[in-house]
């Protein structure tokens, strides 16, 4: 019997909208189509709108588990996407990403707009800060996120993140190597990033 994936659950953020160029939602499709086949629950926002309901739908149509945590005041809109196999309702969007954060062995972040950027940016965040080392793989369809990689580079430039920490997150260009790289780092995880702050060792691995 073949072992179980080291990928149980995969958090995805992605947009509620569905965007204008046609391969972001395909990149969607493919990812959740993957996740179905390889045994990994979707841990997502709970939407079925855009992105997220692409990527929610793909699951399910190949019989895998999706898990869509949402906060009540978006459920009251009618956002929620009621297909879900267990759709977890929260207060607040702070308990909603707390949830995703911790139901989830690793990360992947598809296209999206701002809502989609500040979760992206707190989860690499956490990661910088040792509050946790799961891995981070920011699939550029469509070279959708250059500006993103690019902004990387240029904050390490001007001394305001620091060298190496280009490896909080990968980057791929397809869907079909989000699951391999993740499954290749939770084999082999990297170390947390040591770095100072003018001159105090403040963050070391431990």
Known sequence: ???????????VFCGSQAGTDASHRAAATALGTQLAAHGSALVYGGG???????????????????????????????????????????????????????????????????GTLEEFFEIVTWRQLHRHNK???????????????????????????????????????RAEDVIPALEAELAHPKTPLAFEIEGIKAFSPP
């Open 135 to 173: 891995p981070i793989i920011l699939l550029n369809a469509g070279g959708y996120w250059d500006h993103v990689v690019a902004l990387f580079a240029n904050m390490i430039a001007y001394g305001y993140a620091h060298r190496g920490h280009e490896a909080l997150i990968t980057v791929v260009d």
């Open 48 to 114: 079925r709108t855009g992105l997220m309901g692409a990527v929610a739908d793909a699951v399910l149509a190949d019989r895998g588990t999706v898990i869509g945590i949402i906060p009540d005041f978006l459920k009251d809109k009618e956002l929620a996407h009621t297909g879900a196999t267990e759709l977890v309702i929260v207060p607040d969007m702070h308990t909603r990403k707390r949830l995703m954060a911790e139901r989830a062995d690793a990360f992947c972040i598809l296209p999206g707009g701002v």
């Open 1 to 11: 019997m073949p072992s179980p994936p080291a990928l149980r659950a995969l958090c």
